[in-house]
T-cell receptor, first 109, second 113 residues
Framework: AQRVTQPEKLLSVFKGAPVELKCNYSYSGSPELFWYVQYSRQRLQLLLRHISRESIKGFTADLNKGETSFHLKKPFAQEEDSAMYYC???????????FGEGTQLTVNP | DGGITQSPKYLFRKEGQNVTLSCEQN?????MYWYRQDPGQGLRLIYYSQIVNDFQKGDIAEGYSVSREKKESFPLTVTSAQKNPTAFYLCASSPMGGGQPQHFGDGTRLSIL
C-alpha cells in the first residue's frame, strides 16, 4: 500500500530565508505526486504537481525516485506563505489520493 | 461559478443520532471523495465514488455511509456506529483518470453534543 510521510509537523523560518518542506513516499509503481496548500480560512487547493514541472508562487518540487522524495522548496520565504502544506500521492491508474500528515509552515517577519 | 459546495458549515450531533453532510459539485467531475481531517493526522479517505451508483470504501469507512444517485451529489452519513465523529470533513471531486488534481469544498465541522 502507498504511504506518504511528512516528517515535520511544524516548520518556522524567517522572511527571506530558504524553506524546504520534506515529503517521502512509498509506492511500488510510478506515482503522481502533488503539493496542496491550505491558507488560513481558505479551502484546500492544489499548489503544484510533479508532472507539470512548474513553479507556483516561487515554489518548486522535484521528484527523486531514487530517494522516493518530493520535497517542496522556495529560495526566499514570504509571510504570505504561512499555511498548512500537504504532500499527496496518486496511483497512475486511479484517482484516489493518499495524503501525508501535513506541515504547518510559519514565516516570521 | 463552478465549484464544490458543502453544507452545513457546522453541525452538531447528539449521541445515537445519524447525521448527513451534503456535498454538491457543478464541475461535471466523475469522481467524488470524502475525507476526514484531524489535527496531526492529515486527510484520511472515508469513501470515494468514480461513477454514479457506485462507490468504494476508503481507509476509514467504518461508521460512515454514502450514496451517489446523481453525478453532482455525494452525501455522507455519519452513523451512530462512528464512535469518534468529531472532526472536520472535506469533500472533493476530480475528473477520472490517474494523476488528476482534486478540487475541495470548504468543509463541515461536526461536533458531538
Amino acid at each position: 500500500a502507498q504511504r506518504v510521510t511528512q516528517p515535520e509537523k511544524l516548520l518556522s523560518v524567517f522572511k527571506g530565508a530558504p524553506v524546504e518542506l520534506k515529503c517521502n513516499y512509498s509506492y511500488s509503481g510510478s506515482p503522481e505526486l502533488f503539493w496542496y496548500v491550505q491558507y488560513s480560512r481558505q479551502r484546500l487547493q492544489l499548489l503544484l504537481r510533479h508532472i507539470s514541472r512548474e513553479s507556483i508562487k516561487g515554489f518548486t518540487a522535484d521528484l527523486n525516485k531514487g530517494e522516493t522524495s518530493f520535497h517542496l522548496k522556495k529560495p526566499f520565504a514570504q509571510e504570505e506563505d504561512s499555511a498548512m502544506y500537504y504532500c499527496a500521492l496518486s496511483e497512475t491508474s486511479g484517482s484516489r489520493l493518499t495524503f501525508g500528515e501535513g506541515t504547518q509552515l510559519t514565516v516570521n517577519p | 461559478d463552478g465549484g464544490i459546495t458543502q453544507s452545513p458549515k457546522y453541525l452538531f450531533r447528539k449521541e445515537g443520532q445519524n447525521v448527513t453532510l451534503s456535498c454538491e459539485q457543478n464541475l461535471n467531475h466523475d469522481a467524488m471523495y470524502w475525507y476526514r481531517q484531524d489535527p496531526g493526522q492529515g486527510l484520511r479517505l472515508i469513501y470515494y465514488s468514480q461513477i454514479v451508483n457506485d462507490f468504494q470504501k476508503g481507509d476509514i469507512a467504518e461508521g460512515y455511509s454514502v450514496s451517489r444517485e446523481k453525478k453532482e451529489s455525494f452525501p455522507l452519513t455519519v452513523t451512530s456506529a462512528q464512535k469518534n465523529p468529531t472532526a472536520f470533513y472535506l469533500c472533493a471531486s476530480s475528473p477520472m483518470g490517474g494523476g488528476q488534481p482534486q478540487h475541495f469544498g470548504d468543509g463541515t465541522r461536526l461536533s458531538i453534543l
